[in-house]
Antibody, heavy 118, light 109 residues
Framework: EVQLAESGGGLVQPGGSLRLSCAAS????????MIWVRQAPGKGLEWVSY????????YYADSVKGRFTISRDNARNSLFLQMMILRDEDTAVYYCARGLLMHGLDVWGQGTTVTVSS | QSALTQPASVSGSPGQSITISCTGT?????????VSWYQQHPGKAPKLMIFDVSNRPSGVSNRFSGSKSGNTASLTISGLQAEDEAEYYCSSYRISGAVFGTGTRVTVL
């Protein structure tokens, strides 16, 4: 079964750091681009970052550029999001998803919650 | 990176058809045939319903259809069913990224 499972969320103070992980199973991870999407409480979806299968192409939303770093380890079928200098407005459920920016995200994890608060 | 504009809510009776609009610009919706639609039930992850404007992934009901004209994309749900009650988001590719819509709450009366 194709699955994605996020972990690493939690409570962090403003200015702090957190690293999210996404474990993939049931498909050839290295053949697929991956994306992080977040959803603030009661709000809509927001695209955060994209990484190609070989990590050669990486994009970030303006709201996280310079603070977040996306990476992947194809040997471990894992995707990561290193988040630094966290702000209150980064509070959200963070989803990892499989797919291309152009053609839609066909597999989603269940999400992990990040709360930035003092 | 402004979100695409969707109506906040749309409602319909069982069996009816409804259409959700998604308005962007020539830099996203109007510039590419890369519009996707997602369904999200409360507390759940989004589910891909339409990709590349009008294509359905395997397993998605043919009651869901998509189209585009200029800078506006649309999702039509035919034969509305109780299980269709959810939040719907459009998404479009744009250079070096993507953008989601503001979301539309679909209510089955």
């Amino acid at each position: 079964e194709v699955q994605l499972a996020e972990s690493g969320g939690g409570l962090v103070q403003p200015g702090g750091s957190l690293r999210l992980s996404c474990a993939a199973s049931g498909f050839t991870f290295s053949s697929h681009s991956m994306i992080w999407v977040r959803q603030a409480p009661g709000k809509g979806l927001e695209w955060v970052s994209y990484i190609s299968g070989s990590s050669t192409t990486i994009y970030y939303a303006d709201s996280v550029k310079g603070r977040f770093t996306i990476s992947r380890d194809n040997a471990r079928n894992s995707l990561f999001l290193q988040m630094m200098i966290l702000r209150d407005e980064d509070t959200a459920v963070y989803y990892c998803a499989r797919g291309l920016l152009m053609h839609g995200l066909d597999v989603w994890g269940q999400g992990t919650t990040v709360t930035v608060s003092s | 990176q402004s979100a695409l504009t969707q109506p906040a809510s749309v409602s319909g009776s069982p069996g009816q058809s409804i259409t959700i609009s998604c308005t962007g610009t020539s830099s996203d919706v109007g510039g590419y045939d890369y519009v996707s639609w997602y369904q999200q039930h409360p507390g759940k992850a989004p589910k891909l319903m339409i990709f590349d404007v009008s294509n359905r992934p395997s397993g998605v009901s043919n009651r869901f259809s998509g189209s585009k004209s200029g800078n506006t994309a649309s999702l039509t749900i035919s034969g509305l069913q109780a299980e269709d009650e959810a939040e719907y988001y459009c998404s479009s590719y744009r250079i070096s990224g993507a953008v989601f819509g503001t979301g539309t709450r679909v209510t089955v009366l």
